[in-house]
């Protein structure tokens, strides 16, 4: 087989076949195909898109194409939700305890944050004395004692997608949809849960901008995943304004306390409700989405949820004295509010706009290897459809830099205000399975 004519055949707009696939995966793995000709290739692929069959078969050998998570040891039906990003979304650290504390078990690795949008192993770190990288014993030990772990990857896992990924990003080919959808899957089958939800967020913070493109995405996605043997489910989420109030690292994690205390902001509650029932369903520990979601608002009640989140840290070596008292995180030398023009309604808050400014605060990496000040950030007071009286506050901007009046200057262009009444936008548009 020559991979000049597997290049030809895609350029072609043929469909390639499962040893074409295989072919030109394990020869770019191992070196024998050079990057000149893999660019072809996706070039050829973004123009020609492919179909099921091919976006299947090419998810599968990238999965095969380094470690894959065995988590038999795991007692259990093991759940795992990933979320495509967007700011604001601290959604694992309270749906995690929530599904855990009804009895599914959630072993999962999550990421960093890049840019605009955080991640949940950088939020978990503002806790002193997290390990978010522990032994492989001490994970399975951990969630068959207490049901949950949130850990960094472990292993060279889909070493296919870490070159291919690098390759798209400087050829232009990141947008194709075969291909963002066999690398986000390729990575979620190679972590070894049995059952994923997908939340595929859209709008000016998301990676998808449109409703049609993230349903797109997901129907993909969700077909990959049950196609290759995982229950795979998906919600399509609003990301034009941040989730929640909080935008930043501890200001999340402190959301998220008081979320799994029972006093979180409605979306984010909502989510969580939602997402949890349909986990909790996949797992079999319930059949009936009501009373899930009853089962889960008792956890955030009685504690239970909260309680587990409490475990985790400790198992982790986190000091949850912080979670006891959030009040000992430290805050921001300066904390400035940002406030109303005029009275009305808030119409926009432009999300991408708030993700990157809380990044230059402070509180995101725009290369790999920035630090991150866990403490800087920006908390709401006014979400999409709030009443503001003119000088209301808009929001709090947290940070421990001096200079930053052209950031504030943004993050009040972020906040849209009209005369007229606001519809309140739906968090979830649509479930997928
Ligand atoms: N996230 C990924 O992991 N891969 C993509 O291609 C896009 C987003």
């Known amino acids: 087989m020559r991979m000049v004519d597997i ?6 707009g043929h469909a390639l076949s499962k040893e074409e696939i295989h072919f030109f995966i394990k020869g770019y793995v191992d070196g024998s195909i050079p990057d000149y000709q893999v660019s072809a290739l996706l070039m050829a692929i973004l123009d020609h898109d492919m179909n099921m069959e091919e976006i299947v078969t090419l998810t599968d050998e990238m ?6 998570m065995d988590l038999s040891a795991i007692k259990g039906h093991k759940v795992d939700k990933h979320s495509t990003g967007g700011v604001g979304d601290k959604t694992s650290l309270v749906l995690g305890p929530l599904v855990a504390s009804r009895g599914a078990k959630l072993a999962k690795m999550s990421g960093r944050g890049l840019g605009h949008t955080g991640g949940t192993l950088d939020k978990m770190e503002s806790i002193p004395g997290m390990r978010i990288s522990v032994s492989n014993e001490h994970f399975i030990r951990q969630v068959n004692e207490i049901g949950i772990a949130i850990v960094g990857q472990t292993g060279l896992l889909v070493p296919a ?22 690398s986000i899957m390729s990575k979620k089958l190679a972590s070894g849960s049995d059952s994923i939800l997908l939340d595929v967020k859209f709008g000016k913070g998301a ?9 797109k995405l997901a129907r993909t996605m969700v077909s990959i995943g049950n196609n290759l043997g995982r229950d795979t489910r998906a919600i399509l989420t609003d990301m034009d304004q941040p989730l929640g109030h909080a935008v930043g690292n501890a200001l999340e994690v402190k959301e998220a306390i008081d979320t799994l205390k029972g006093h979180g902001p409605k979306d984010l509650v909502e989510l969580c409700l939602e997402a949890g029932a349909i986990m909790l369903e996949q797992a079999g520990v319930y059949n009936n989405h009501d009373e899930a979601i009853n089962a889960l608002k008792e956890s955030l009640e009685n504690g239970d949820a909260f309680n587990k989140l409490k475990e985790m840290i400790e198992w982790q070596g986190g000091d949850v004295s912080y979670i006891e008292h959030p009040e000992k995180f430290p805050l921001a030398k300066h904390i400035v509010e940002v406030k109303a023009d005029k009275a ?6 432009d999300a991408l706009m708030i993700g990157e400014s809380a990044m230059r605060l402070g509180a995101g990496r725009a290369k790999i290897e920035d630090t991150i000040d866990m403490s800087a950030g920006i908390v709401l007071n006014k979400k999409i459809g709030d009443k503001v009286k003119k000088d209301e506050t ?3 901007v947290h940070t421990n830099i001096d ?13 849209i205000v009209d005369e007229n009444e606001v519809k309140v936008p739906p968090i979830i548009h649509e479930y997928i399975k």
């Open 7 to 12: 290049i030809i055949k895609k350029r072609d």
């Open 63 to 68: 999965l095969h194409s380094g470690d894959v």
């Open 403 to 415: 200079e930053f009046d052209d950031i504030l200057k943004d993050i009040k262009e972020a906040f």
């Open 394 to 396: 808009l929001c709090y």
């Open 207 to 215: 990676f998808m901008k449109t409703l049609d493109d993230a349903r």
């Open 344 to 349: 009305g309604y808030v119409r926009r808050i």
């Open 161 to 182: 997608d870490k070159k291919l990924y690098a390759l798209r990003d400087v050829t232009g080919t990141v947008e194709s949809l075969p291909l963002i959808a066999s």
